[in-house]
């Protein structure tokens, strides 16, 4: 059945950070951010190996600034955080403090399960073909993921499954139109331009830097472009 990857996906995100939501009440405050610190490194080496899997430093470069230029004009990152602190204001009123919590692991979880070449190979393969082989790994690594996002980040992660659904629904809807243009070595320009976001977010999560990294996700449209025209 076309789309049951996506469906398992989403419910392992919401099953995972149900879990860290109940797994959060029993860890000492010391424990979580010991724990955000090492998923935060290992996010940021996730990153790293797919940035390096590059055959072109130059596309990568020009995807990145270029998108984060489209980025900055549209304000991607500015309406993404305003609908994340919508949800957040739905889910904790007007306590300030936890809205921006809650703001704070939909944008960061949102990112990170949408980003990567597993979401979109594996939707094209379930729009095309039925394979939910790479989505159900996929949901694994999420579902893994999710548990320790939410125990530091809060609700705020599960609510990233919507737009998984969202994303990678739209996908495999769109599976037989989109194929034709990740042939190939586009598909690795667009991993390492995703890559180096998931770098960032890595870094974020670290609070070394604050990087506007919604505003770069044009950048993956830029890497398929110029990969498919000048590799």
């Given at each position: 059945?076309?789309?049951?990857?996506?469906?398992?996906?989403?419910?392992?995100?919401?099953?995972?950070?149900?879990?860290?939501?109940?797994?959060?009440?029993?860890?000492?405050?010391?424990?979580?951010?010991?724990?955000?610190?090492?998923?935060?490194?290992?996010?940021?080496?996730?990153?790293?190996?797919?940035?390096?899997?590059?055959?072109?430093?130059?596309?990568?470069?020009?995807?990145?600034?270029?998108?984060?230029?489209i980025g900055e004009a549209?304000?991607?990152?500015?309406?993404?955080?305003?609908?994340?602190?919508?949800?957040?204001?739905?889910?904790?009123?007007?306590?300030?403090?936890?809205?921006?919590?809650?703001?704070?692991?939909?944008?960061?979880?949102?990112?990170?399960?949408?980003?990567?070449?597993?979401?979109?190979?594996?939707?094209?393969?379930?729009?095309?073909?039925?394979?939910?082989?790479?989505?159900?790994?996929?949901?694994?690594?999420?579902?893994?993921?999710?548990?320790?996002?939410?125990?530091?980040?809060?609700?705020?992660?599960?609510?990233?499954?919507?737009?998984?659904?969202?994303?990678?629904?739209?996908?495999?809807?769109?599976?037989?139109?989109?194929?034709?243009?990740?042939?190939?070595?586009?598909?690795?320009?667009?991993?390492?331009?995703?890559?180096?976001?998931?770098?960032?977010?890595?870094?974020?999560?670290?609070?070394?830097?604050?990087?506007?990294?919604?505003?770069?996700?044009?950048?993956?449209?830029?890497?398929?472009?110029?990969?498919?025209?000048?590799?």
């Open positions: 059945m076309a789309g049951l990857g996506t469906v398992v996906n989403v419910a392992a995100i919401a099953a995972g950070a149900l879990v860290g939501l109940l797994v959060k009440r029993g860890l000492p405050e010391k424990w979580q951010q010991t724990m955000m610190s090492g998923i935060a490194l290992c996010i940021f080496v996730i990153g790293l190996q797919m940035a390096l899997g590059t055959a072109n430093i130059i596309i990568t470069i020009v995807s990145l600034a270029s998108g984060a230029i549209i304000g991607i990152e500015d309406r993404l955080n305003e609908l994340g602190k919508w949800v957040g204001s739905k889910v904790a009123g007007k306590e300030e403090g936890a809205a921006k919590r809650i703001a704070e692991g939909f944008v960061s979880a949102t990112l990170l399960f949408c980003i990567g070449a597993m979401a979109v190979v594996g939707s094209i393969q379930d729009g095309l073909v039925g394979d939910h082989t790479t989505l159900f790994a996929k949901a694994t690594l999420d579902g893994i993921i999710s548990i320790v996002l939410s125990a530091n980040l809060g609700i705020g992660v599960m609510f990233s499954a919507v737009s998984v659904g969202i994303y990678q629904g739209a996908i495999t809807a769109l599976a037989g139109f989109l194929e034709p243009f990740i042939a190939g070595g586009v598909l690795t320009e667009i991993t390492a331009a995703g890559g180096v976001m998931i770098m960032a977010i890595g870094t974020n999560m670290l609070n070394v830097t604050k990087i506007r990294i919604s505003n770069m996700l044009p950048g993956i449209v830029t890497a398929a472009i110029i990969g498919t025209y000048f590799r």
